[in-house]
């Protein structure tokens, strides 16, 4: 049964992909560039919605809890109606919270007791939230947020069926990989169609709500969510960057590292995304390599990863503002 299911979920992240992409103009789903776009043609958005229907088919078939998935599917299915109506942020908040307290509250929350559930109930529904505003803030090139979603769930898979933890989330993972793989050649080299954020924050909310799903303990929960590292990284070290510089962080910028690499530096797209893509894999090994060895040296090992991807940004930063933009620095 497990073929079949991933590649009907390979093929229904490449149709909506499609869909879009030849009809999106004519519905009003246009990403139209302006002075914070990384591309400088009219593009169509949404398509995305491929890996919303692979997810809430295989949902369906693999039997996850309805708790689990249908806040993710309202969600993702507000953020593509969001694509045309442009919601406020205020709006669209309420619906994330909303979802991911639902969620939540449906997981078991590791197993713990009452006490312990309602003193973690606030951070992972905002764990979840600022997981999904995250993936969609970083999916700003073409190819990175399906590269990123291939390598994530590609890695939570591997993991959970070598500890062999949760079989349903393991196979929901992969059919999750799978349409990201359907969709990334419509995005890849040149973007012929936007994931939008019908697939941007249904990855991020579903990558978060996965960990949680799948943590036995904190260890288990630094190590999955270390799986996402370079957008959490980057977004970090943006924030900081802004910060320092008294800028208001609800304004929309394209100051994040990928997007300095890609726009300022002049490196082309793919390259960009898949060298994320490659860190992401490479840090993720690397942290399941260490595991064993409990959490400490994970936390270590983490900081120094994250050290060197800081000295790489701030390189980047400087070299950038250097030739264009003092600001920047």
Known sequence: MLVPLWLTSLILGGLGAWLIGHYGNKIGLTDEPNERSSHKEPTPKGGGI?????????????????????????????????????????VRLVFQFTAAAVVVAGTGLL????KNQMILFIPMAIFIVGTANIYNFMDGINGIAA????????LIASCSFVSKGEVAFAVLSVCLMMSCLGFLPFNVPRARVFMGDVGSVLLGFVFASVVIALSRDLLDFICLS??????????????????????????????????????????????????????????????????????????????????????????????VASLRNPEML
């Not at 997810?55 to 593509?80: E, Q, R, Y």
């Not at 590269?147 to 590609?154: A, D, N, Y």
Request: charge should be positive; glycine fraction near 10%.
């Open 50 to 90: 491929g890996i919303l229907a692979a997810f809430l088919f295989a949902s369906i078939i693999i039997g996850i809890p309805l708790l689990f998935w249908l806040p993710a599917v309202i969600l993702a299915t507000l953020s593509f109606l969001g694509d045309k109506l442009d919601f406020s942020a205020k």
């Open 226 to 319: 270390s799986f996402l590292f370079p957008f959490y990284a980057d977004e970090l070290i943006t924030m900081m960057a802004r910060i320092r510089n008294g800028e208001n962080l609800l304004r929309p910028h394209r100051k994040h590292i990928y997007q300095l690499l890609a726009n300022e530096k002049g490196i082309p797209h793919w390259k960009v995304s898949v060298g994320y893509g490659l860190l992401q894999a490479i840090v993720g090994l690397s942290v399941l390599w260490v595991k064993p060895f409990g959490l400490t040296p994970v936390i270590v090992l983490l900081a120094v990863w994250f050290t060197g991807f800081f000295i790489f940004g701030s390189f980047v930063r400087r070299n």
């Open 147 to 154: 590269i990123t979603g291939v390598v994530g769930f590609g």
């Open 111 to 114: 197993d713990l007791s009452p």
